[in-house]
């Protein structure tokens, strides 16, 4: 039985509402006992797999306690475990884990290098599907017509590939938002909200790489539906349906009035719903997701990070009493909070997933790095995520970082903050998070809105000694070369900002950033790094710059908001305004 079809057979729905609440309640029960728990999860891990070449190299059969453990395995990055996973993934077996890989999930790193992230049997059962079931909760407990009908929700996660690429030894090498969990590994209820939809498999062909037109055919189609959820996880993914509809608008309802799909016959022309949408057209303008699904209730995404900056007016775009809940707070290696309730942002801590380790996200990480447990975490504070789990990861920096928020029944609860790297021209060291906080600030400070951000280092003058123009670059027009490296900001506003809007608001983030970092901070006192810039782009540039991205092949999960961007092409592709 396929993931769509599976939505159809009667009881489903109870039985699934039963799953995700039994494992929501496991994973709050277990916080009753944290220590216990993690201890517990270390015994499984050097237990199970103590006789892979891995563990016989790192002596985990001796392992008993964490410190053992510390002891035993240096922290590790990706590049570390690849040698033994490329191996794995050509053949071998029984080294980083004593279970075979049912499938390698794909993760683009910061490179943009496609990670295989080796995924067991074992894995799936222990760490992965517990949480997977439990973050649906929020959603359907309060929201309960997402289940209503199969059609009810528009997963734009969900990508299945009816011929998936595999690695040497067979195994799909996917995206986890393509695998049937169901088929892979004999958990039918895994079948998310919406991948029952009539678009949830698509009854055109399309090639594999035009994720483009697959995203435009969904579209299409849940037009006709009356949506009450959009599942995004990805929030940039969320953002483009806005500028999605209006894009592809007059096609949408031409196809809607026609009946076809693609261009071919689809069903029986809708005249009617046709004519509905073309007066929402007339009488708005501006057509947005609101109008078209007026009875939705709820979107599920990411909302920290770079999103945070733009979702509260994005929501507006779907309608003024729309929830956004968050998705966890995990990677494709692995989870490490998800939500239990419906707090906006953060997720308690997952204790039977993997064991947790952490370091002060101030620090740069090493292998002999000194680590933190979940009990030692002070709410406030971000930290590096390190984790270890069944699957044959070990000691594994994601190369993410969390901030904590609270802490529930001593369980901390935290939320994404951003990537572990830095950006470093001149000794600041900046981090994803702290531009964001300081973001947030500045904007606040004059009442100020954005709809997408990103950064980039621009290098001194050469000879050095030109007069750096800030105003200038606020205006929109070309400043002179900076006498010292300074951050310049691409901002596509939310309504227009006037200039000396603009103007306040660049030296209020200068004074954000400084008081966020104290290596910015030092920086500009020295003179090593100017004042920053402000270069304000139009309002559909950030979309644009994303419809390109996935145009060029890269599947719309993986094209996620970037707030250092570097590479000169990349930002010239975002900067450079439409012809015409």
Not at 203 to 209: D, H, I, Q, S
Request: aromatic letters at 8%; a neutral charge; glycine letters at 8%.
């Amino acid at each position: 039985m396929n993931v769509s079809s599976v939505w159809h057979t009667p009881g489903h729905t109870g039985r699934y509402r039963e799953r995700v609440f039994a494992a929501r309640d496991r994973l709050a029960a277990e916080h009753a006992d944290l220590r216990g728990v993690q201890q517990r999860v270390l015994t499984d891990l050097v237990g199970f797999n103590a006789s892979t070449g891995f563990g016989r190299r790192h002596g985990l059969g001796r392992v008993l306690t964490v410190d053992d453990f510390r002891e035993s395995v240096p922290v590790r990055t990706y590049a570390d475990h690849a040698p033994l996973i490329e191996r794995t993934a050509a053949g071998e077996r029984n080294l980083l884990s004593a279970d075979a890989p049912a499938v390698y999930f794909t993760s683009s790193g910061s490179t943009g290098a496609h990670k295989k992230v080796p995924v067991t049997p074992r894995f799936m059962s222990t760490t992965f599907m517990p949480f997977y079931f439990a973050a649906w909760a929020p959603l359907i407990e309060h929201f309960p017509e997402v289940l209503e009908r199969p059609d009810a929700v528009l997963n734009l996660k969900h990508d299945p590939l009816a011929a998936p690429p595999v690695t040497g030894d067979g195994r799909p090498h996917v995206g986890a938002s393509q695998v049937d969990f169901g088929a892979r590994f004999g958990e039918p209820l895994s079948a998310e909200p919406g991948t029952g939809a009539p678009w949830a498999t698509l009854a055109v062909p399309t090639e594999p790489g035009d994720h483009l037109e697959r995203a435009y055919l969904r579209l299409r189609l849940a037009v006709q539906s009356d949506l009450r959820a959009l599942i995004g996880i990805n929030p940039a993914m969320v953002a483009a349906v806005p500028y999605q509809l209006n894009l592809w608008w007059s096609r949408i309802v031409k196809e809607v009035r026609d009946g076809t799909l693609g261009g071919l016959p689809y069903r029986a022309p809708d005249p009617e719903r046709a004519a509905e949408l073309e007066r929402l057209a007339e009488y708005f303008g501006t057509v947005r997701p609101a109008h078209v699904w007026p009875r939705l209730r709820a979107l599920f995404c990411w909302t920290t990070g770079v999103a945070s900056l733009y979702l509260p007016a994005l929501r507006e775009e779907f309608g003024p009493g729309v929830a956004v809940l968050p998705a966890p707070v995990a990677a494709s290696e692995g989870p490490v909070g998800v939500a239990l309730d419906r707090h906006a942002s953060a997720g308690s801590l997952v204790a039977s997933a993997s064991v947790y380790e952490f370091v002060p996200a101030d620090q740069d990480l090493a292998p002999d790095s000194a680590t933190l447990l979940p009990h030692e975490l002070e709410a406030g504070h971000d930290y590096h995520v390190i984790f270890s789990h069944v699957g044959g990861l070990y000691r594994y920096a994601v190369g993410d970082v969390v901030r904590v928020v609270d802490s529930v029944g001593g369980v901390p609860r935290m939320e994404y903050a951003g990537r572990g790297g830095r950006s470093d021209a001149a000794g600041e060291r900046l981090r994803d998070a702290e531009v964001v906080r300081a973001l947030h600030t500045a904007l606040d400070s004059g009442g100020l809105a954005l709809r997408n951000v990103a950064c980039r280092v621009e290098p001194a003058a050469a000879p050095a000694g030109a007069p750096a123009s800030t105003a200038a670059s606020t205006a929109g027009r070309p400043a002179a070369a900076p006498a010292a490296p300074r951050y310049v900001f691409a901002i596509a506003p939310r309504t227009p900002w006037h200039e000396r809007e603009s103007a306040r608001f660049t030296a209020a983030l200068d004074g954000s950033l400084a008081a966020q970092s104290p290596g910015y901070a030092r920086a500009r006192s020295a003179g090593r790094l100017g004042a920053p810039a402000v270069r304000l782009l139009d309002a559909e540039a950030f979309d644009r710059d994303w419809h390109e991205a996935v145009a060029t092949g890269i599947r719309p999960t993986q094209v996620k908001d970037r707030l250092f961007r570097q590479d000169d092409a990349l930002w010239d592709r975002l900067t450079t305004a439409p012809r015409g």
